[in-house]
T-cell receptor, first 113, second 119 residues
Framework: GENVEQHPSTLSVQEGDSAVIKCTYSDSASNYFPWYKQELGKRPQLIIDIRSNVGEKKDQRIAVTLNKTAKHFSLHITETQPEDSAVYFCAASGTGGGNKLTFGTGTQLKVEL | GAVVSQHPSRVICKSGTSVKIECRSLDFQATTMFWYRQFPKQSLMLMATSNEGSKATYEQGVEKDKFLINHASLTLSTLTVTSAHPEDSSFYIC???????????????FGPGTRLTVL
C-alpha cells in the first residue's frame, strides 16, 4: 500500500518568512495530493491540492509542487502570518488504492511574531 | 456546498458500553464514506472505507467486529464502537466523497470529528 513520509515534524519561522514542508510517497499510481491544515480539536481543512498531471499550483500565499519522477511534493507558504500556525498534513491517493487517502505524519508549524 | 456533519461531537462512556457515531453528508450524496481515528499529536489513520449498500472494507489491524460500520443510505454512515475500552479513546473523524461528481479528484469532505472518552 501507499506510504507517505513528511518532514519536518516541527517548523518554527518568523512572521513574514516562508515555510516549506516536504512529503514523499511510494505508490507511483497515486494521482491526487491534497494538503490539509488542522487546528487543535478541529477537522482537517483542505488548503490546496494537486493532481499528477500538473507540476505546480498556486493559490495566493500557498503553492504546491509535485515531482512525479522523484515521487515527492512540497507545500510552500510565503509571507507567513501567526494565523498560519497549525498542524499541516500532506496526503496521497489514487484509484489503485480505492481513492483512500494516506496521510503524512504531520508538521507542527509555528509562526512567531 | 459539500458539508459533512457528525454527531455527537463529544461523548464520554463507561468501559464495556457501546457508542454510535453518525456521519451525514448534508448537501450531496456520498457514494463513499471513510472513517479515521486520530490519537493526540498523531496523524489521521484510516480505519475503514464504506460504500453505500455494501460491506465496509477495513484496514489491516482494525477489528471489524469491534468497529461496526453501516452505510445504509447515500447520506448517512454510522460507526459503532462496541465494548469500548479506555484505549479506544480517540478523535474519530469521518469523510465523504461522491465519486460520480468528484471528476476523479478524489476530494474528501471531512466531518468535524467526535471526541470519544472511555472511562
Amino acid at each position: 500500500g501507499e506510504n507517505v513520509e513528511q518532514h519536518p515534524s516541527t517548523l518554527s519561522v518568523q512572521e513574514g518568512d516562508s515555510a516549506v514542508i516536504k512529503c514523499t510517497y511510494s505508490d507511483s499510481a497515486s494521482n491526487y495530493f491534497p494538503w490539509y491544515k488542522q487546528e487543535l480539536g478541529k477537522r482537517p481543512q483542505l488548503i490546496i491540492d494537486i493532481r499528477s498531471n500538473v507540476g505546480e499550483k498556486k493559490d495566493q500565499r500557498i503553492a504546491v509542487t509535485l515531482n512525479k519522477t522523484a515521487k515527492h511534493f512540497s507545500l510552500h507558504i510565503t509571507e507567513t502570518q501567526p494565523e498560519d500556525s497549525a498542524v499541516y498534513f500532506c496526503a496521497a491517493s489514487g484509484t489503485g488504492g480505492g481513492n483512500k487517502l494516506t496521510f503524512g505524519t504531520g508538521t507542527q508549524l509555528k509562526v512567531e511574531l | 456546498g459539500a458539508v459533512v456533519s457528525q454527531h455527537p461531537s463529544r461523548v464520554i462512556c463507561k468501559s464495556g458500553t457501546s457508542v454510535k457515531i453518525e456521519c451525514r453528508s448534508l448537501d450531496f450524496q456520498a457514494t463513499t464514506m471513510f472513517w479515521y481515528r486520530q490519537f493526540p499529536k498523531q496523524s489521521l489513520m484510516l480505519m475503514a472505507t464504506s460504500n453505500e449498500g455494501s460491506k465496509a472494507t477495513y484496514e489491516q489491524g482494525v477489528e471489524k467486529d469491534k468497529f461496526l460500520i453501516n452505510h445504509a443510505s447515500l447520506t448517512l454512515s454510522t460507526l459503532t464502537v462496541t465494548s469500548a475500552h479506555p484505549e479506544d479513546s480517540s478523535f474519530y473523524i469521518c469523510s465523504a466523497t461522491d465519486a460520480r461528481t468528484s471528476g476523479g479528484k478524489n476530494e474528501q469532505f471531512f466531518g468535524p470529528g467526535t471526541r470519544l472518552t472511555v472511562l
